[in-house]
T-cell receptor
């Protein structure tokens, strides 16, 4: 089946730093989605990407749909403490709405 | 918009007991999904419905798990009998159509002792 490799698994951020994470797939996807999950809550949609090469921003967040359709990245610029949480990528292939989720990137604040 | 509503938020039960999780999707959304989240396996799709009809239940782990969607505004996920390895957070999500992004509820944290 389709597999998504998300990296890094975790990272520490310092306020003001830029943060980057990515997902790669063994298969082609038609849609890439990025979600953020805070403790005790469900994942919340951040950005949706529908076309290869598409670059989309949502405030300090920027995500791109890779040209090969097998990868996507998410950047967070000028991070703030409330950016901590778990970020998930998800891909949807042509077969329908079976979203495949990455394993998540846990963003933590540097002590 | 109230979002996807799940109940209960927490459920603690003894193994062998029946557990029923409930979900109210966003009004107007035609597709509904049940996911399970654990540290070991991440987010797993259990089953999804479109227009109240189950489309794919291949993710349902065993016959002990069943899901229903009697109408457009309500779905249940039942585990009978429950086992300790069923302990997880169960999420319901809905979308306008099968090709639209999912909107998740806040989950039900299930603990089976």
């Amino acid at each position: 089946g389709q597999q998504l490799n998300q990296s890094p698994q975790s990272m520490f951020i310092q306020e003001g730093e830029d943060v980057s994470m990515n997902c790669t797939s063994s298969s082609i996807f038609n849609t890439w989605l990025w979600y953020k999950q805070d403790p005790g809550e469900g994942p919340v949609l951040l950005i949706a990407l529908y076309k290869a090469g598409e670059l989309t921003s949502n405030g300090r967040l920027t995500a791109q749909f890779g040209i090969t359709r097998k990868d996507s990245f998410l950047n967070i610029s000028a991070s703030i403490p409330s950016d901590v949480g778990i970020y998930f990528c998800a891909g949807q292939g042509a077969a329908g709405n079976k979203l495949t989720f990455g394993g998540g990137t846990r963003v933590l604040v540097k002590p | 918009d109230a979002g996807v509503i799940q109940s209960p938020r927490h459920e603690v039960t003894e193994m062998g007991q029946e557990v029923t999780l409930r979900c109210k999707p966003i009004s107007g959304h035609n597709s509904l999904f049940w996911y399970r989240q654990t540290m070991m396996r991440g987010l797993e799709l259990l089953i999804y419905f479109n227009n109240n009809v189950p489309i794919d239940d291949s993710g349902m782990p065993e016959d002990r798990f069943s899901a229903k969607m009697p109408n457009a505004s309500f779905s249940t996920l039942k585990i009978q009998p429950s086992e300790p390895r069923d302990s997880a957070v169960y999420f319901c999500a809905s979308s306008q159509s099968l090709n639209s992004p999912l909107h998740f509820g806040n989950g039900t944290r299930l603990t089976v002792t």
